[in-house]
């Protein structure tokens, strides 16, 4: 349920930037979501669909987007994704290792909440 509040400050952030640049309509939202949030994408269109009717974003696509666990290595900083399967329940891994210098010294920089993307409006 905690999805309804995320959901609610989306859509009034959205529909308040329409207005400012004197939109009629929201077509699309594009919404990223951390890999570590425990938003469900269902129950997020679900209350969006709720709480966009009679605003700018009625009707509007709401696209949900996973964001990837971004790993930066230590000595050279080169950022890199590491698909979440490989990810135990304490969000360690065996061995992370950076794909350009091979060191093994990661810190995960991944982002928990969500951010609006872009937003189409006419």
């Known amino acids: ?23 009629r309509r929201i077509l699309k939202i594009e919404l990223k979501v951390g890999p570590f949030s425990d938003l469900e994408p269902e129950w997020m269109q679900r209350y969006f ?27 050279c900083e080169h950022e890199f994704a590491v698909p979440l399967p490989d990810i135990d329940a304490d969000g360690k891994r ?15 920089i991944a982002e928990k909440g969500y951010r609006i993307g872009n937003m189409e409006i006419v």
């Not at 061995?95 to 093994?104: D, I, L």
Request: charged residues 25%.
């Open 1 to 23: 349920m905690h999805e309804l509040p995320v959901i609610s400050r989306v859509v009034e952030v959205c529909v308040r930037h329409a207005q400012q640049n004197n939109a």
């Open 94 to 108: 065996a061995e992370v290792t950076c794909p350009e210098c091979g060191n093994s010294e990661c810190s995960c």
């Open 49 to 75: 669909d709720h709480v966009s009717k009679e605003t700018l974003a009625a009707g509007a696509r709401l696209e949900i987007e996973k964001l990837p666990l971004i790993f930066r290595c230590v000595w």
